[in-house]
């Protein structure tokens, strides 16, 4: 799929969890990385790492607790570390700037079905199907965004097939849950698009 057709957009607002800090530096430019909370209507936050070039931080001298609105796009990076989740997902922010208001959570995304869809029913018979995104950007990279639609669209998305253009909206969420390393059990974070409204690109 050609980048000129896809879509990744990103808007934010929330609270400034922690201070930033340094995240890593390419090509002589300095990267720095925060986590904004942001609560949903039911009233559980959302933890998002956002990821902004030092130039622009700097034009903010944002606070801890300072509530501020985050424009850009959902990014992933392959981590091969062994240190951490294997699919790193952040918010790479275009603009940055503080913003009181209710707090904001949405995402648009076009792209192209990388694997077949996850089809399932949870014990209380709610149908879900696990997406995987590649929405190419620029000089031939591609984000991989996992995506979980939920109901009669979770029945027909786990009929797609790779390959398939779709286009949706949603919101960022993070989730918690329970991982068995040597035997113990450890806390992890997953973090994907939850899907409002999806549907195939013909």
């Not at 985050?70 to 952040?90: A, D, Q």
């Not at 390959?163 to 974070?189: A, F, H, M, W």
Request: with cysteine; glycine share 8%.
């Amino acid at each position: 799929m050609d980048e000129m057709n896809s879509v990744n957009k990103v808007r934010l607002r929330g609270v400034l969890a922690e201070k930033p800090h340094l995240s890593h530096e390419s090509r002589g430019e300095r990267f720095y990385q925060f986590p904004l909370d942001i609560q949903r209507l039911s009233g559980v936050t959302d933890r998002i790492n956002i990821i902004v070039r030092e130039q622009l931080l700097e034009s903010l001298e944002v606070e801890e607790t300072s509530k501020i609105s985050v424009v850009g796009e959902l990014r992933s990076f392959n981590n091969r570390s062994g240190v951490g989740p294997k699919l790193v997902i952040t918010v790479f922010a275009r603009e940055l700037y503080f913003d009181e208001g209710e707090d904001i959570n949405t995402v648009r995304l076009k792209g192209t079905l990388c694997k077949a869809p996850n089809h399932r029913i949870t014990p209380m018979g709610r149908e879900i199907s696990d997406l995987m995104l590649a929405v190419n950007r620029r000089y031939g990279r591609s984000d991989y965004l996992p995506c979980i639609v939920w109901g009669m669209r979770a029945r027909e998305a786990g009929q797609w097939s790779v390959g398939t253009v779709v286009s949706l909206e949603g919101r960022i969420q993070s989730r918690k849950y329970i991982k068995n390393i040597d035997g113990k059990p450890v806390e992890k974070t997953a973090f994907e698009v939850s899907v409002i409204v999806i549907e195939e690109v013909v």
